[in-house]
């Protein structure tokens, strides 16, 4: 993440960089949602494409039918069922008026899978939408089976919403992930935001690693010296007990001689922005990397926000960033695809998926003739002809799996 210093225009040293994991906040007494395992691949608000991660991912150790729980009692407010996203999804109202959402899974218990069943023949397709009445569950109740619909690989995608809708960081209401190892950081680079800038005597930005001195303390060999607006892009990842995946900061603070100066902390997130990074684009920064962005990318960010050009990670998409910096490249460049009807466009991400044109007639419920039909009417469409276009044409676009 890069982000401007205010007034920076003198030759300070004292910086800190606070890294913290999530406290336990709250006291209700939420059940954990499955019996697969107590461990995430990912964690709340780590950047996807164009948008922020909005759950806690659980492992379910590529595998899938575990038992998804009512984590209080409640009422199954709605369920969806699609290739794409969310895959199965099941929204449980709780009783205190919060909302736990399990998506991507296999199935759920009997009596709701044979109303499901009712309503695709009814409206004779695979994708439904629907408002359970009066489906009460308790606390501890199997509500759900975890899978892997709309994803690559079988976990469970679940999150807590507030009154709001907003989701908040599930991690809030457990603490059945068991981390106590302090996230660590590996490098700091300081990048000229002005053409006058200088880091070092030096107009390009300046890496230095950071050199662990004690336990969750760094420091960098030598000095900073500033002239001019700088700003900082910080590499580090954090992990939890027992298991190899990287983590996104829960919180990052910064100080300049004990005064806080830029802080970001992940405890709930509005759907309606991404206003994080927009802000963040606003307050000066030229750049924002996600947390897998590899050491060349850093050097390739710094040196593009060096000659004036704005760096983000290529995983954020060009629409949110280009809606923000208001050039309309992006708009003309997802015309195509506004030109597909919503049927094409599932049958394209199929396709981009990997699926034979016998497998998307069954998730659809059509012949696989007439997916074919569909699948060139739809290239014809993009002005493509061959399906390594096609799946160029669909990671440009963010069509590729998310989740
Ligand atoms: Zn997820």
């Known amino acids: 993440m890069h982000f401007r210093f205010p007034e920076i225009s003198y030759q300070k040293q004292m910086l800190f960089v606070l890294l913290l994991m999530p406290a336990v906040l709250c006291a209700q007494d939420y059940l954990w949602p499955t019996n697969a395992s107590t461990y995430m ?12 991660h909005s759950a806690i991912d659980i492992k379910t150790w590529l595998r899938e039918g575990y038992n998804c729980f009512a984590i209080d009692d409640g009422e199954i407010m709605r369920i969806r069922v699609s ?18 959402v399990y998506a991507h899974l296999q199935g759920f218990p009997l009596n709701i899978e044979k109303q499901i069943r009712r309503k695709q023949l ?3 397709r695979y994708s439904i939408d629907w408002s359970p009445k009066d489906l009460k569950v308790k606390k501890g109740d199997i509500i759900a ?30 603490d059945q992930i068991k981390d106590t190892i302090r996230p660590s950081l590996e490098q700091l680079a300081v990048i000229p935001l002005d053409p006058g800038t200088t880091v070092n005597n030096s107009y390009t930005p300046q890496i230095f690693d950071l050199l662990p001195v004690s336990s969750g303390k760094y420091q960098i060999k030598g000095r900073i010296r500033i002239h001019g607006r700088a700003g900082l892009a910080l590499r580090g990842v954090d992990r939890a007990n027992d298991i190899s995946n990287k983590y996104g900061f829960y919180r990052t603070r910064l100080e300049i001689d004990r005064r806080p100066v830029f802080q970001i902390t992940y405890d709930e997130l509005d759907f309606a922005t991404t206003e994080h990074i927009f802000r963040a684009l606003q307050a000066g920064a030229r750049g924002y990397l996600l947390k897998e962005s590899a050491g060349a990318e850093v050097v390739e960010a710094v040196r593009a926000v060096n000659i004036g050009r704005r760096h983000l990670s290529q995983k954020i998409s060009d629409k949110v960033v280009n809606g ?26 199929l396709v981009v998926e990997g699926k034979s044109s016998a497998e998307i007639g069954h998730t659809l419920a059509l012949s696989p003739k007439t997916v074919e039909t569909y699948r060139s009417r739809l290239m014809k469409k993009l002005g493509l002809s061959n399906l390594p276009d096609l799946v160029k044409f669909a990671v440009r676009h963010g069509l590729t799996p998310l989740e």
């Open 324 to 349: 923000f910096v208001g050039q309309d490249e992006a708009k003309r460049d997802q015309a195509p695809l506004a030109r597909l009807s919503p049927r094409e466009r599932e049958i394209l991400q």
């Open 83 to 100: 290739p794409f996203g969310y895959g199965k999804v099941l929204y449980l109202r709780l009783k205190d008026g919060n909302t736990a």
């Open 122 to 124: 009814e409206n004779k």
């Open 145 to 174: 089976y975890t899978g892997r619909t709309g994803t690559g690989l079988p976990h469970l995608h679940f999150e807590i919403r507030n009154t709001k809708g907003h989701p908040v960081n599930p991690l809030a209401y457990y």
């Open 41 to 52: 691949s990912s964690s709340f608000c780590e950047f996807r494409n164009g948008h922020y």
